[in-house]
T-cell receptor, first 116, second 116 residues
């Protein structure tokens, strides 16, 4: 499995500001994903980030609000822009790695964001 | 539409008793099914997966899951529950799209509470 770290682990931000979340993996991976987990809810995929191409966003998520960078095979960032209290969530990155011959997603510890 | 259902918001079980966390799915084609666990203030941890082969899949921490194609179910089980198993459990199905793009669709989650 892959070892994934995220920074920051948590933050409290003012509305209207932006926060960039970093995701670092200990091995090269092709596919990285960003998820949002709103309080008491399940995970919702924001976008898929492949190195060397534009991120693919899910319905309801747009690049202007959640710009993503993927400069290499071990690193990605997600920015939450112009934040509002509704953006208060846990943001998780995941990577797809080979496990038992089939791709499995492994998750980082998450970034807990509170917007005041 | 492709989806995953976890019909129980919460499951309560006494320590030492067997536990079952239910999951049903609706996908086209052969399903790739996963179970993840989330402990408080932590990211998701991969427990086990079913791709093909034996319907009974064994995973981490003594958990296992049984794939039942006729009932479109993938219930998580453990013969003897521990208090430390108390956590939030997510079932997920991997959906494949053209061009190699894929994503996980998660159930709503089931909170497992194991009482001493």
């Amino acid at each position: 499995s892959a070892v994934i770290s995220q920074k920051p682990s948590r933050d409290i931000c003012q509305r209207g500001t932006s926060l960039t979340i970093q995701c670092q993996v200990d091995s090269q991976v092709t596919m990285m994903f960003w998820y949002r987990q709103q309080p008491g809810q399940s995970l919702t995929l924001i976008a898929t980030a492949n190195q060397g191409s534009e991120a693919t966003y899910e319905s309801g998520f747009v690049i202007d609000k959640f710009p993503i960078s993927r400069p290499n095979l071990t690193f990605s960032t997600l920015t939450v822009s112009n934040m509002s209290p509704e953006d208060s969530s846990i943001y998780l990155c995941s990577v797809e790695a080979i496990a038992g011959g089939t791709d499995t997603q492994y998750f980082g510890p998450g970034t807990r964001l509170t917007v005041l | 539409a492709q989806s995953v259902a976890q019909p129980e918001d919460q499951v309560n079980v006494a320590e030492g008793n067997p536990l079952t966390v239910k999951c049903t799915y609706s996908v086209s084609g052969n399903p790739y099914l996963f179970w993840y666990v989330q402990y408080p203030n932590r990211g998701l941890q991969f427990l086990l997966k079913y791709i093909t082969g034996d319907n009974l899949v064994k995973g981490s921490y003594g958990f296992e899951a049984e794939f039942n194609k006729s009932q479109t179910s993938f219930h998580l089980k453990k013969p003897s529950a521990l208090v430390s198993d108390s956590a939030l459990y997510f079932c997920a199905v991997r959906v494949l799209f053209s061009g190699g793009y894929n994503k996980l669709i998660f159930g709503a989650g089931t909170r497992l509470a194991v009482h001493p």
